[in-house]
């Protein structure tokens, strides 16, 4: 299993970011997937979710309205839109296969993370 994420970067507060996460290794259509992000100092935190389908979407209170998650299982991609970015969002964004059945919510397997900084 193999997840590697790209597109992050600086940018100023009210910017854009969109976020990629490249699956292989496993049947990317067959598994739930989520982004979460780990700032400086803080413990992870869970951003979003998405089902198999993509009919199914979850997000944290903290970027509800803001970030937009998808996935094309066509291209076994994973995506994270990040609009109004605020300095708040500025942290280490990885991509998790979600571990099946799990309650509360856990991961199998990570990315390596991609750093996204939000600062003027």
């Known amino acids: 299993v193999q997840l590697v994420e790209s597109g992050g970067g600086m940018v100023q507060p009210g910017g854009s970011l969109r976020l990629s996460c490249a699956a292989s290794g496993f049947t990317f259509s067959n598994y739930d997937m989520s982004w979460v992000r780990q700032a400086p100092g803080k413990g992870p935190e869970w951003v979003s979710g998405?089902?198999?389908?993509?009919?199914?979407?979850y997000y944290a209170d903290s970027v509800k309205g803001r970030f937009t998650i998808s996935r094309d299982n066509a291209k076994n991609t994973l995506y994270l839109q990040m609009n109004s970015l605020e300095p708040e969002d500025t942290a280490l964004y990885y991509c998790?296969?979600?571990?099946?059945?799990?309650?509360?919510?856990?991961?199998?397997?990570w990315g390596q993370g991609t750093q996204v900084t939000v600062s003027s």
């Open positions: 998790a296969r979600d571990l099946p059945q799990s309650d509360p919510k856990e991961f199998d397997y």
């Open positions: 998405i089902n198999p389908g993509g009919g199914s979407i």
